[in-house]
């Protein structure tokens, strides 16, 4: 079995309406597992884990990580 050693968090700020969050799963096989919608001005905090390994983010919104500030459009 793999050891898992994560456990960061991601901060995302939607600056539009209808951002759209999409956890995948870690492993072989990657899969949707999880989906977040926010509108204009939401803030969601997010943290990957033993399932989560990737998060798809569409539509334009900030992300915060430890390495920094990205904006998606």
């Known amino acids: 079995?793999?050891?898992?050693?994560?456990?960061?968090?991601?901060?995302?700020?939607a600056l539009e309406n209808g951002v759209d969050i999409i956890g995948l799963t870690r492993g072989r096989d990657t899969k949707f597992h999880h989906t977040?919608?926010?509108?204009?001005?939401?803030?969601?905090?997010?943290?990957?884990?033993?399932?989560?390994?990737a998060?798809?983010?569409?539509?334009?919104?900030?992300?915060?990580?430890k390495h920094g500030k990205v904006v998606s459009e």
Do not use: P, W
């Open 55 to 65: 998060m798809k983010i569409c539509g334009k919104a900030e992300i915060y990580t």
């Open 1 to 13: 079995m793999e050891e898992y050693s994560g456990g960061d968090y991601i901060v995302i700020k």
């Open 36 to 53: 977040e919608h926010l509108e204009k001005g939401q803030v969601y905090m997010a943290q990957f884990t033993e399932i989560t390994s």
